[in-house]
């Protein structure tokens, strides 16, 4: 089935359960009201001292009670088709994912087949036009330039923070980026095409870390790893005697990176809550990997981990952060979904790769 038929019958299924929730809660309602009703009957008949009210008055309570016992059994039927309907719906999903999976397959499959007949057509162009060395005995080629490696300039700070509500208490949030880091490179290291990727490592990053970074490594993909929230990162001041926190809000960051002849192709916040916000950076990137809510070392580490391994392998930024996520859910308690992304409008995360196939791998 495709994805597209498959979407289909989910977007009816949604639509039938809302219209089952809205029976439901009616049926509800009006039982409830009936009952109440039957209370009030009740209540007249108890007071009144005429007989023939009161058997009136009895008998149109237990009406009441009868019709709300109705409505109860056409609520608990309506409750069964949900059931019936989530269960569809559940299904549905699983099969969305399978043709997803599918046409990513395909598409990956097309994608290698025509990167391998380019690079067919390059090299027999490169070999028809190579310059060559002459010599008395024998005639070489000068090698071509090597491809260019998918550069990470991997920022990471871990000061103190200091409660701006309560002044003079110190904020615990000790993070293991340091570790985070060791791990991401020891995935790389194993990763299919490991030499096309080159992960430039700045600790205590200060905002002028940032600006030399940019300067000097012209990054395609920035990381950050630290302290996030209310659009705003917290790098490190610098200092060796009181390191603290220095915030920097997604203005700011934005006028950073865009402040640079080559801006990055990819920013990852890998912090709390960084996506909020997020849109303004893509003023300068076009895409913006961030985190919905917060998130925990382990989180944290999986997400970078197996995201940079999937990038080094090959495979687009969407698969990537897919490829997160189900770590996260499988590995650190769930809640994958708290990796997201936004992006402009031109672009097609299934079709990003970072990391092309090349002769360094």
Partial sequence: MSKDSVMRKLAQLKAAEAKLRDQQAKYENDAAKKRKDASTKKRSAGRTSSASLRTSYTNSALKLEND?????????????????????????????????????????????????????????????????????????????????????????????????????????????????????????????????????????????????????????????????????????????????????????????????????????????DTLDGADVLLAAVPVVVATTTEISDLAANLFATVFYRAIASGLSVRVAIDQARFAIDTLAGGHGDVIASVTREDVDLDGLVLVEPTELS
């Fill in 68 to 272: 709300a016992a109705a409505l109860d059994k056409k609520a608990a039927d309506v409750s069964k088709k949900l059931a019936d309907n989530l269960g569809k719906q559940r299904q549905e999903t699983a099969n969305l994912g399978r043709a997803r999976k599918s046409a990513e397959s395909a598409q990956a499959r097309a994608d290698t087949k025509r990167r391998s007949e380019e690079k067919r057509h390059a090299q027999e162009l490169a070999r028809i036009s190579k310059p060559t060395v002459r010599y008395i005995h024998e005639v070489r080629h000068i090698p071509a330039p090597k491809p260019e490696q998918l550069r990470v300039l991997y920022l990471t700070a871990n000061p103190r923070i200091w409660d701006e509500d309560n002044k003079g208490d110190l904020i615990e949030t000790r993070i293991r980026v340091d570790k985070e880091v060791s791990d991401v490179r020891t995935e790389v290291r194993s990763a299919l095409h490991r030499d096309s990727i080159e992960i430039d490592h700045w600790p205590a990053a200060t905002p002028l870390d940032l600006l030399r970074g940019l300067t000097d490594k012209k990054p395609h993909v920035v990381h950050f790893s630290g302290h996030g929230g209310g659009k705003a990162l917290e790098f490190d001041n610098g200092s060796l005697d009181s390191p603290e926190g220095v915030e920097v809000q997604f203005e700011h960051l934005a006028r950073a990176l865009g402040a640079t002849s080559d801006p990055p192709r990819v920013l990852v916040l890998n912090a709390c």
